[in-house]
């Protein structure tokens, strides 16, 4: 398969994995480069620069393929070290950077400077614009229906992907809901040059997670997500579990009053104990409604290689005989 995306990133296939808060470390990224997609690690679950170095070594012993590093911008009053990160992302000679949560502009000159190709992930046109204007070599449309943090637009794919392809010049991938075959040529049919999966490849036998957590995904369906924060402007997709009820219920009395503390402690550092731990009732943790096609847990191999054999059936198949 050839797409921009996969000339680009000099992939086979054009599936991206993108970054995830403990789920984006050396075994995963290094699986799904190693079978043809673009693996992408993350850089804020390393708590310092050096151990991202040292991460980045670690997948490069599983694997000779490019993969990339996420850079996630948080609403946080104490930053994490960016340009720390950002140093080791130039030093390390990573091609590729997936940024998102805030506008890269600033971090824009040393990544170029250093040859990195910079994929901005955001969720509306108007940002999508403005990240091909400052230079992003492509974007990753996130609709509505992902994992994480889906903006405040509430936009799904159906519409955001159509309306970036006829925006767009630069190539950009389908994000958000992306499981299978089905998701890749419907994507591609939208104007999209590629995909990215998140709660899609969490569960997977090499994500270095708790099985709790795979098999949460594989139990779950299309509707056991829920929105939160949305009352802080920083809306994020969860898979639904006592620790999210609590949220909604402060969110419904605080209203308006509501600060971060309110919520912090269902929120704040509970990922270590939800992916690495097993206890997946600790507290919040992204996850899209994709859950609802997720039923099983294969290798990242197979995976790809069954996304790519349906698409390419539905394509030369089912949508040849149509016409
Ligand atoms: C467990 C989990 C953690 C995530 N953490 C991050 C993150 O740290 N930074 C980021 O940019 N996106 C993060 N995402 C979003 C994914 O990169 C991706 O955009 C999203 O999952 C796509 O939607 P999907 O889950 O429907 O495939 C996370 C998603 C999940 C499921």
């Not at 936009?155 to 991938?173: E, T, Y």
Request: net charge negative; hydrophobic share 45%; aromatic share 4%.
């Amino acid at each position: 398969m050839q797409t921009r995306i996969t000339q680009l990133f000099g992939i086979q296939f054009p599936i991206v994995q993108g970054g995830m808060h403990f789920v984006g470390k050396a075994e995963l990224a290094a699986a799904v480069s190693e079978a043809g997609g673009l693996g992408i690690l993350t850089a804020l679950t390393q708590r310092t620069p050096a151990d991202l170095a040292a991460e980045i070594d670690r997948c490069r012993a599983m694997t000779d393929k490019p993969f990339g590093v996420n850079l996630t911008f948080l609403p946080v009053v104490n930053a994490p070290d960016y340009p720390g990160y950002l140093r080791v992302i130039c030093e390390k000679g990573i091609p590729v950077v997936e940024t998102a949560g805030n506008n890269p502009v600033e971090h824009l000159p040393a990544l170029k400077a250093a040859g990195v190709k910079v994929i901005h992930k955001c969720t509306s046109i108007r940002h999508a614009l403005k990240a091909q204007d400052i230079g992003c070599d492509a974007v990753s449309v996130d609709g509505f229906e992902c994992g994480g943090h889906p903006g405040e637009d509430d936009v799904p794919g159906l519409i955001l992907l159509p309306l970036a392809a006829k925006a767009l010049s630069v190539p950009f991938i389908a994000s958000g809901g992306m499981a299978d075959g089905k998701s890749l040529v419907a994507a591609l049919a939208l104007g999209a040059d590629g995909i990215n999966l998140g709660t899609r490849f969490v569960a997977t036998q090499e994500a270095p997670v708790h099985e709790r957590v795979k098999q949460a995904i594989v139990a779950a369906g299309e509707r056991d997500t829920r929105l939160i924060m949305r009352p802080l402007r920083n809306t994020e997709r969860v898979l639904r579990n006592p620790a999210v009820d609590q949220i909604i219920d402060t969110e419904r009395a605080l209203g308006d009053r509501i600060r971060f503390e309110d919520i912090a402690e269902q929120v704040a550092g509970v990922y270590y104990r939800i992916m690495v731990d097993g206890d997946v009732d600790a507290g919040a943790w992204s996850c899209g409604m994709v859950a609802g096609l997720i039923d099983d847990v294969p290798t990242v191999r197979e995976l790809i290689d069954r996304i790519v054999a349906e698409a390419k059936s539905i394509t030369k198949e089912r949508l040849a005989s149509l016409f």
